[in-house]
């Protein structure tokens, strides 16, 4: 893809919000930087397959019970005969985004610019297809993925890292994690950002995962990642934690607004980088995704690209969606 501006010319913008992509990918653009995965990134996948070892990074639904956020519902699985040779089923209560999931563009507005591309608030509603899921579905995505193994990373180079905190990743980060990997991001890559915070709380007890729920390490809130991920041009990112993102969030988040007011119930969105990386750069995320038998095999061998495909439901208007993901190495 030619003519793709950089972040510094994203930010000098006066077209569109300072930072958007907006039209970037063309004026009725569904996919954001899911564009950036293109045939050549399906093919530069299909070639690094080597042993055919394939991973399901999905956690099964309900793994995550009581819901992370706090207004997710528990999915109730039903099944029913027509006749003594005959199943059938179906789920009650099923929130999209409450396991290994998928944020499309419908997830967050942003507080002064509001939706991805100027897709009016209207627009995003039930049963229209504006910024829906089904666009990601309909790409069906297959590309090359580099996981980021933080904690190795950190651990290599005696950076104190306790994933029981919101520790924040910043650009250095990313960019001294891949090296020690001695692994390049290029275009249209999917980054796995692999923290260890999943298989951290899904081993904790009852009472200990209800006091660190809302706690995980992720990327920091700043400018300088958002440059990062623009600028590499990737086509999506996932993470083995709830946002992607550091939550809470990093005081020194660059997108706090004076005036937000903290939320009556659910997550607290103020200064979640979610608002540009959603709205304005149009950059989907991947959260709680099953990374740790992935990152073992990397760290066995010390290969950290592989090929990924993602095939969120076809649900027209989703917000978010299952990943259905796989990595094949
Ligand atoms: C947060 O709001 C923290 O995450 P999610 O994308 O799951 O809503």
Known sequence: ?????????????????????????????????LNNVTPAAARRAASLVRTG?????????????????????????HIFANNAHHRDDWLDS??????????????????????????VDQEVA????HLGIQAASERAVVSRAVL???????????????????????????????????????????????TGWAE?????????RERSRGTCPGLMQSHAVLEWLWDHRIGLIAADNISVEAYPVHPDSAFFL??????????????????????????????????????????????YELMVSVKPLNLVGGVGSPANAIAVR
């Open 148 to 194: 980021v193994d933080l904690p190795a990373y950190f651990a290599a180079a005696g950076v104190e890292y306790d994933v029981a905190t919101n520790h924040a990743v910043s650009a250095d980060d990313l960019d001294n994690a891949t090296r020690h990997q001695e692994v390049a991001v290029e275009p249209g890559d999917i980054l796995l950002l692999y």
């Open 258 to 303: 004076p005036e937000e007011q903290p939320p009556v119930t659910g997550a607290d969105h103020r200064g979640l980088m979610h608002r540009p990386l959603l709205a304005l750069l149009g950059l989907m995320l991947g959260e709680l995704w099953r990374l740790e038998p992935l990152a073992r095999a990397c760290r066995v061998d010390g290969v």
């Open 94 to 119: 099923f929130f999209l985004q409450s396991s290994s999931q998928i944020d499309g563009l419908r997830h967050f507005r942003h507080p002064v610019h509001g939706f991805y591309g100027g897709v």
């Open 53 to 77: 070892e394939t991973f399901d990074l999905d956690y099964p639904v309900n793994r995550f019970v009581p819901s992370l956020s706090g207004t997710r519902g528990t999915a109730v699985h």
């Open 200 to 208: 951290h709380y899904l081993s904790l007890s009852e009472q200990e």
């Open 1 to 33: 893809m030619k003519n793709i501006p950089s972040y510094a010319d994203l930010l000098r913008r006066q077209d569109a919000p300072p930072g958007s992509s907006w039209h970037v990918y063309g004026d009725n653009d569904q996919l954001g930087m």
């Open 126 to 129: 039930e049963g229209t297809p």
